[in-house]
T-cell receptor
Framework: GQQVMQIPQYQHVQEGEDFTTYCNSSTTLSNIQWYKQRPGGHPVFLIQLVKSGEVKKQKRLTFQFGEAKKNSSLHITATQTTDVGTYFCAGRTAGNKLTFGGGTRVLVKP | DSGVTQTPKHLITATGQRVTLRCSPRSGDLSVYWYQQSLDQGLQFLIHYYNGEERAKGNILERFSAQQFPDLHSELNLSSLELGDSALYFC?????????????FGQGTRLTVV
């Protein structure tokens, strides 16, 4: 079945530094979504990418969808303590099943 | 507040028991998804309902079942509970079943099996 993998599983970042988390699907995706789950909270939708090669920005967050629509990345610049949480990518296939990756847990060192 | 309501928020029960988790989707949302999140793990897709009909099934155990009622609320039934079933169970809803729809998550039900 479809698998969505995320790396790294954990990301320790010094406040002010940049980092990137990657998402890879075993199958071609209709779209990819990114969610953020704060500690003790529930996943909250961040963004959706639909087109091959699409790039979207939200302030310090840059999301990219691969040309083959099988991978995606999230790049955060100038990390802040408010960025703490787990970032999930979720890939949707033609069967409309939304499969989540294992998440990247981000810890920020002040 | 996502508009998705899950009850109860916490549930402690013994092995072998049966529990029912309830989810009320956002007003007007026809799709309901159930996910299981074990400690420090990702979100495991369990099942998807759209307007009362089952649309997709993930790695849902035979001991688990779900349904979506005419008023669109959904219930997840977990039976013959085992210690390993302890997890956070999330319900999410979306307006329709099309490809370009985001999912709105409830606060989750934390199930502890002792």
């Amino acid at each position: 079945g479809q698998q969505v993998m995320q790396i790294p599983q954990y990301q320790h970042v010094q406040e002010g530094e940049d980092f990137t988390t990657y998402c890879n699907s075993s199958t071609t995706l209709s779209n990819i979504q990114w969610y953020k789950q704060r500690p003790g909270g529930h996943p909250v939708f961040l963004i959706q990418l639909v087109k091959s090669g699409e790039v979207k920005k939200q302030k310090r967050l840059t999301f990219q969808f691969g040309e083959a629509k099988k991978n995606s990345s999230l790049h955060i610049t100038a990390t802040q303590t408010t960025d703490v949480g787990t970032y999930f990518c979720a890939g949707r296939t033609a069967g409309n099943k939304l499969t989540f990756g294992g998440g990247t847990r981000v810890l920020v060192k002040p | 507040d996502s508009g998705v309501t899950q009850t109860p928020k916490h549930l402690i029960t013994a092995t072998g028991q049966r529990v029912t988790l309830r989810c009320s989707p956002r007003s007007g949302d026809l799709s309901v998804y159930w996910y299981q999140q074990s400690l420090d793990q990702g979100l495991q897709f369990l099942i998807h309902y759209y307007n009362g009909e089952e649309r997709a099934k993930g790695n849902i155990l035979e001991r688990f079942s779900a349904q979506q009622f005419p008023d669109l609320h959904s219930e997840l039934n977990l039976s013959s509970l085992e210690l390993g079933d302890s997890a956070l169970y999330f319900c999410a809803s979306s307006p329709r079943t099309g490809a370009n729809t985001e999912a709105f998550f409830g606060q989750g039900t934390r199930l502890t099996v002792v």
